[in-house]
């Protein structure tokens, strides 16, 4: 996933062997096999990492596990790249353009599922605001209630009609 405040992608979801390698690690956009699939939103196929012009030593991942051939697909919601699928092997020339059109579709679900899921987050996050908002608004009114009707002096409220809408005590006798 793209971490926007970084500037990176993140491992955030990885599965198999070296999933635990591979989840939390960040890769600068722009830089490497994944950072160039975010940031040009294109897929790409990697027969062999070793002679790829776009795999960069020290900033891809897959020089530490032994990884030799990579299928990667941005995963897109509309024109924004949210994040990149990588299918990654220890065989040279694993994938192929069959594989690619087998990820494409699954990559633009799987967009789709994380959109859907950031922002059911989102609205939920909103709503327990709203809810802390009405519970501090409806504290405020309570207290202010109290101190309007223990006034010792007499208050009186008025609608845009002038007519009397609410008065305390001291107002009444």
């Known amino acids: 996933m793209i971490d926007e405040e970084k500037e990176s992608l993140i491992y955030a979801y990885t599965h198999g062997d070296m999933g635990d390698f591979m989840r939390g690690r960040h890769t600068q956009l722009g830089k490497g096999l994944a950072g160039w699939v975010a940031c040009s939103g294109k897929s790409l196929i990697v027969p062999d990492t070793q002679v790829n012009g776009r795999h960069f030593r020290g900033v891809d991942p897959e020089d530490e596990l032994g990884l030799r051939s990579i299928?990667?697909?941005?995963l897109?919601?509309?024109?924004?790249?949210?994040g990149v699928l990588q299918v990654m092997d220890t065989e040279i020339g694993r994938f192929d353009a069959e594989d690619l059109t087998l990820l494409e579709p699954l990559a633009a679900s799987a967009a789709i599922a994380i959109e859907n899921a950031r922002l059911y987050q989102q609205a939920q996050q909103e709503?327990?605001?709203?809810r802390r908002m009405e519970a501090a608004?409806?504290?405020s009114e309570v207290e202010l209630s109290a101190i309007f009707d223990s006034?010792?002096?007499g208050m009186v409220v008025l609608d845009e009609d002038r007519r009397v809408r609410?008065?305390?005590?001291?107002?009444i006798g």
């Open 71 to 74: 299928l990667s697909v941005p």
């Open 76 to 82: 897109q919601v509309n024109e924004n790249v949210i």
């Open 127 to 130: 709503i327990a605001e709203r």
């Open 137 to 139: 608004l409806w504290e």
């Open 151 to 153: 006034a010792p002096i």
């Open 166 to 171: 609410r008065a305390n005590r001291a107002a």
